[in-house]
């Protein structure tokens, strides 16, 4: 079975900062695709960023990147020019590439918050 | 276009009592799932239909039962609650797009508590 860990809790940045949220998993899969996504304080959660396995550059979505590392299974989300608005629960998750639906293994989230 | 959503936002229950949660999408998207978020272990799928008529079992099944109602809803119900199901349940949709997408819409959650 496929896990997903994030081993912050917690993290803090400044505002204008890079902050960098890691995230490992385990799967003995070659094809799947990864995500970073949003909670803030109301709940509702947010895809950040997607990943898919069999491509080997990393991921941006303006201030958002990812640093992939498939050998590694390493897929860090980093945030620059950190923003108030960035402050939220941020969750890894895995979805593997084969079968029908959406179906995501999530890690147990980072708390990052953002300081003025 | 209000997305999912779901109905109670709030409940409090007590051991043993029944209630079912309400979700309801209008994107039209044909998989639909139930998730729920305890402290220090983000989100365990419960139940997800892939399309209307069909359901399966997540990674917490038991003590829960789903109904698929039409393309639209798709209801949690907790035939008798136990303090272990107090949580926050999260429903969300999808729809593939082109071979795969991963991309979850979720609604604003509801808060069980159950005494």
């Known amino acids: 079975a496929q896990t997903v860990t994030q081993s912050q809790p917690e993290m803090s940045v400044q505002e204008a900062e890079t902050v960098t949220l890691s995230c490992t998993y385990d799967t003995s899969e070659s094809d799947y695709y990864l995500f970073w996504y949003k909670q803030p304080p109301s709940r509702q959660m947010i895809l950040v960023i997607r990943?898919?396995?069999?491509?080997?550059q990393n991921a941006t979505e303006n201030r958002f990147s990812v640093n992939f590392q498939k050998a590694a299974k390493s897929f860090s989300l980093k945030i620059s020019d950190s923003q108030l608005g960035d402050a939220a629960m941020y969750f890894c998750a895995y979805r593997s590439a084969v079968g029908n639906t959406d179906k995501l293994i999530f890690g147990t989230g980072t708390r990052l918050q953002v300081f003025p | 276009n209000a997305g999912v959503t779901q109905t109670p936002k709030f409940q409090v229950l007590k051991t043993g009592q029944s209630m079912t949660l309400q979700c309801a999408q209008d994107?039209?998207?044909?998989?639909m799932y139930w998730y729920r978020q305890d402290p220090g272990m983000g989100l365990r799928l419960i139940y997800y239909?892939?399309?209307?008529?069909?359901?399966d079992k997540g990674e917490v099944p038991n003590g829960y039962n789903v109904s698929r109602l039409n393309k639209r809803e798709f209801s949690l119900r907790l035939e008798s609650a136990a303090p272990s199901q107090t949580s926050v349940y999260f429903c969300?949709?999808?729809?593939?797009?082109?071979?795969?997408?991963?991309?979850?819409?979720f609604g604003e959650g509801s808060r069980l508590t159950v005494l």
């Open positions: 994107m039209n998207h044909n998989s």
């Open positions: 969300a949709s999808s729809e593939l797009r082109g071979r795969f997408t991963g991309e979850l819409f």
């Open positions: 990943q898919e396995a069999y491509k080997q």
């Open positions: 239909s892939a399309s209307e008529g069909t359901t």
